[in-house]
């Protein structure tokens, strides 16, 4: 079974940055494709990234030009730099995995998750 776990969560002052790693097991990492969701206290998981198999990567409109989802093949990893971190990015981040070209619209699909890494950014 394909497994996922994200790490480097933490807490940061606004203004910082964290980088998130999330690596994959039992398939081959270059064909899947990943997203980065997260879910703020008291509010519903959100797709803040997505990146597919060969490297296409769309972002939500909140963390545009703070946060850059990239790959590595050769690790087997799926990375989130996060850059200008506002206090609004309080929330717990999951690295999702899934075997299909999913679109932007069919984040509720992913298959594959890790447990989760807690962000928390101070004013």
């Known amino acids: 079974q394909l497994q996922v776990a994200e790490s480097g969560g933490g807490s940061v002052q606004a203004g910082g940055s964290l980088k998130l790693s999330c690596t994959v097991s039992g398939y081959a990492f270059s064909v899947c494709g990943m997203g980065w969701f997260r879910r703020p206290p008291g509010k519903e998981r959100e797709l803040i990234a997505k990146i597919d198999s060969i490297g296409s990567k769309t972002y939500v409109d909140t963390v545009k030009g703070r946060f850059t989802i990239s790959r590595d093949n050769q690790k087997n990893a799926l990375y989130l730099q996060m850059d200008s971190l506002k206090t609004e990015d309080t929330a717990v981040y999951y690295c999702?995995?899934?075997?299909?070209?999913?679109?932007?619209?069919?984040?509720?699909?992913?298959?594959?998750w890790g447990q989760g890494t807690q962000v928390t950014v101070s004013s």
């Open positions: 999702a995995a899934d075997l299909r070209r999913l679109e932007w619209a069919d984040a509720s699909m992913y298959r594959f």
